[in-house]
């Protein structure tokens, strides 16, 4: 519509409606801004946080763009297959790079002698990756009955440390989630429940997958893992400290160079810096990140807020409240 403004001209009005069903792309580039990039990106889904437009880059991005739930309510982790006797835990990016070995390695252990497999090491190394991986692969190659996968984690990195809410509180609702894949009807009594999909599992071959172990204080559940599940069934945990259950343990280490190289091209692609994927600083911001991937991951995302690789190189190598809270994440 129009307003006139007297001695003035005319004021333009424009009413935008509220977009109804679900979220869609963007359309085209939009406006280009350094280096002639474009700040919105075609074919890309963004997110209103405070007096900015986000891009999507995590599960939890697109679940409140989707659900319009506040990340507070939300689960650390999403589930890729969540149906009777299957469920599976999202992966936080579309394609696994590199791991080839440790996922080997985790695979050739589940597929053994052994009861109970653990991976653990230092927090951002891809413990919980890893397991996503392996897991989706055995699932593809209809390795096991059933597949039950949860996780205990409480806080992700998203580019600081965000609460989110655990996929269970303690050992009731542990064992009714369990049962609720597995199709057990649900009984008020949690030891007759837990003996309910005790028989289910009896006898079946099926994977049970608990992500951060270490944030579970409830001493049945530890109990249920590492005494109680019958001998058909393996456990696959991952953790940052020894729960002594007993299971063989697997190392998660930090990348080797030519994977964290292959990692950090591929999330600079993946936000749209294709600019920087032959950039000379990339060795040695590799080297700085210690070659974790979660690290790698943010180095990446970092390139939105500074100009080049050797400004976000820098940052990585320089000791402040941030990278401090990254290291005890």
């Given at each position: 519509?129009?307003v006139?403004?007297?001695?003035?001209?005319?004021?333009?009005?424009?009413?935008?409606?509220?977009k109804?069903?679900q979220?869609?792309?963007?359309?085209?580039?939009?406006?280009?801004?350094k280096?002639?990039?474009p700040?919105?990106?075609?074919?890309?889904?963004?997110?209103?946080?405070?007096?900015?437009?986000?891009?999507?880059?995590?599960?939890m991005?697109y679940?409140?763009?989707?659900?319009?739930?506040?990340?507070?309510?939300?689960?650390?982790?999403?589930?890729?297959i969540?149906?009777?006797?299957?469920r599976?835990?999202?992966p936080?990016?579309s394609?696994?790079?590199?791991?080839e070995a440790v996922?080997k390695?985790?695979?050739?252990?589940?597929?053994?002698?052994?009861?109970?497999?653990?991976?653990?090491?230092?927090?951002?190394?891809?413990?919980?990756?890893?397991?996503?991986?392996?897991?989706?692969q055995?699932?593809?190659?209809?390795h096991?009955?059933?597949i039950?996968?949860?996780?205990?984690k409480?806080?992700?990195?998203?580019?600081?440390?965000?609460?989110?809410?655990?996929?269970?509180?303690?050992?009731?609702?542990?064992?009714?989630?369990?049962?609720?894949?597995?199709?057990?009807?649900h009984?008020?009594?949690?030891?007759?429940l837990k003996?309910?999909?005790?028989q289910?599992?009896?006898?079946v071959?099926?994977?049970?997958?608990?992500?951060n172990?270490?944030?579970v204080?409830?001493?049945?559940?530890?109990?249920?893992?590492?005494?109680e599940?019958?001998?058909?069934v393996k456990?696959?945990?991952?953790?940052r400290?020894?729960?002594?259950?007993?299971?063989?343990?697997?190392?998660?280490?930090?990348?080797?160079?030519?994977?964290?190289?292959?990692?950090?091209?591929?999330e600079?692609?993946?936000i749209?810096r294709?600019?920087?994927v032959?950039?000379p600083h990339?060795?040695?911001?590799v080297?700085?990140?210690?070659?974790l991937p979660?690290?790698?991951?943010?180095?990446a995302?970092?390139?939105?807020?500074?100009?080049?690789?050797?400004?976000?190189?820098?940052?990585?190598?320089?000791?402040?409240?941030?990278?401090?809270?990254f290291?005890?994440?």
């Amino acid at each position: 519509g129009q307003v006139r403004v007297p001695n003035v001209g005319v004021l333009w009005l424009i009413f935008v409606p509220q977009k109804l069903g679900q979220p869609v792309a963007v359309a085209k580039n939009g406006p280009h801004g350094k280096a002639n990039r474009p700040e919105i990106l075609k074919g890309q889904y963004y997110i209103r946080v405070d007096d900015e437009s986000r891009l999507c880059q995590d599960p939890m991005d697109y679940e409140r763009l989707f659900t319009g739930c506040s990340a507070e309510h939300l689960q650390a982790y999403l589930y890729h297959i969540d149906e009777p006797y299957f469920r599976l835990l999202a992966p936080h990016c579309s394609r696994c790079v590199g791991r080839e070995a440790v996922t080997k390695q985790v695979r050739s252990a589940l597929m053994g002698r052994h009861a109970t497999v653990t991976l653990d090491g230092v927090g951002g190394v891809g413990k919980s990756e890893t397991a996503i991986e392996v897991v989706r692969q055995l699932y593809d190659e209809n390795h096991f009955a059933f597949i039950v996968s949860l996780s205990a984690k409480a806080r992700v990195w998203n580019y600081f440390t965000g609460i989110r809410k655990a996929g269970f509180g303690g050992f009731t609702e542990f064992i009714r989630e369990i049962a609720t894949v597995l199709s057990v009807d649900h009984c008020e009594d949690s030891d007759e429940l837990k003996a309910g999909v005790i028989q289910a599992m009896n006898g079946v071959k099926g994977l049970v997958v608990l992500d951060n172990l270490e944030s579970v204080a409830d001493s049945g559940i530890l109990a249920f893992l590492a005494e109680e599940i019958p001998d058909s069934v393996k456990v696959l945990v991952t953790s940052r400290i020894d729960r002594r259950l007993g299971g063989y343990p697997v190392f998660v280490p930090e990348m080797e160079a030519a994977e964290g190289t292959q990692l950090l091209r591929y999330e600079l692609k993946r936000i749209g810096r294709e600019d920087l994927v032959d950039d000379p600083h990339i060795p040695s911001l590799v080297e700085s990140t210690g070659r974790l991937p979660l690290a790698l991951k943010w180095a990446a995302a970092l390139t939105t807020q500074y100009r080049s690789l050797r400004e976000v190189d820098a940052r990585f190598r320089t000791m402040d409240s941030k990278k401090r809270e990254f290291l005890e994440f």
